[in-house]
């Protein structure tokens, strides 16, 4: 019984399309912040500490989620 909730389960995570947008527009934000960085040097420094900020709120995050 449990295997079969599992895969209905799964079945409603395939189809769920609700975080689509948000993940793609992220990925765009990343984009045009990688190809500011290469075109403006100066600019690639704030880029970098932006981008570890974000690494160590996500890291923080699973740590606590585990």
């Known amino acids: 019984m449990k295997r079969i909730e599992r ?10 399309r609700r975080g689509q947008d ?25 880029i970098t500490t932006i981008f570890n900020r974000v690494s160590q709120q996500m890291s923080a995050a699973a740590a606590q989620g585990s």
């Open 7 to 16: 895969m209905l389960w799964l079945a409603k995570i395939w189809k769920d």
């Open 22 to 46: 948000l993940i793609e527009y992220a990925l765009m934000a990343g984009f045009v912040a990688v190809a500011a960085g290469a075109i403006m040097p100066d600019v690639a420094a704030s």
